[in-house]
């Protein structure tokens, strides 16, 4: 049963597995990695009483998936890309009713494997740039404007890249996500750290008062900009599929 939607695998169609697939899964949350399970109906090859779905080199762990839809005024969106992380089978007897379900999540799961140990400089934003390209992902990044120094106070992180990006996320009042552009067959990984919903970009106009008193001035100072560095000590430690 083919479905109304398209699915790449390291950015290649795979238009003979598409008419294989029985259903497909995606669940996203805003503060939680996207997850996405694909299950496809697992034929026995009668020739060679084996299931060739089972030894199919392009759904092992590790290959990257990319589900991509139709987003109702005739543009395609990408809901979630990652890498396979989990396989499920389940067998019938007869050969009818079989399946295998392969599951995996956004780019956010790999942010969760390493730990790391970094003393980090420099805004706060300049800091989540300096992460998300390591990952190859384009940077959606709302400027911070508190700096850290080696000669004041460094910004350390002791722990995965994600917990740190969530935790400087929540420090600004921010969030953090991963979404997609699509052009074509091609898609882009976005990091986004800003709030969301979007703030306005100017104040609220005062409202005008009837009260006289001393007139009172506000003022703010945005530090100078600076590009971040950081030492690190990096124990990695990636658990086998």
Request: with cysteine; charged share 20%; glycine share 8%.
């Amino acid at each position: 049963m083919a479905l109304d939607c398209i699915l790449l695998i390291d950015n290649v169609p795979v238009v003979d597995l598409l008419e294989l697939v029985d259903s497909v899964r995606v669940e996203q949350s805003l503060g939680e990695p996207a997850r996405f399970s694909v299950r496809l109906v697992a034929e026995l090859d009668e020739l060679v009483r084996d299931y060739p779905l089972l030894v199919d080199p392009r759904l092992r762990p590790g290959a990257v998936v990319s589900v991509i839809v139709d987003d109702g005024v005739g543009q395609q969106a990408c809901l979630v890309r990652g890498p396979i992380d989990r396989h499920q089978i389940h067998f019938e007897s007869g050969n009818v009713g079989s399946w295998l379900e392969i599951s995996g999540g956004d780019r956010r799961m790999e942010m969760a494997r390493a730990h790391r140990t970094v003393a980090w400089s420099g805004r706060d934003s300049d800091i989540v740039g300096a992460i998300l390209a390591g990952y190859g992902l384009v940077p959606d990044v709302a400027q911070t404007t508190r700096l850290h120094s080696d000669l004041s106070q460094t910004q350390n992180q002791s722990g995965s890249d994600l917990d740190f990006l969530n935790r400087l996320a929540r420090r600004n009042g921010f969030h953090f996500w991963i979404s997609y552009r699509t052009a074509g067959l091609a898609v882009v990984e976005v990091g986004n750290f800003k709030p969301s919903p979007p703030r306005p970009t100017s104040p609220p106009r005062p409202r005008s008062s009837t009260r006289s008193g001393p007139a009172s001035r506000s003022t703010s100072a945005t530090a100078a900009s600076r590009p971040c560095s950081a030492s690190t000590s990096t124990s990695t430690s990636t658990a086998p599929f």
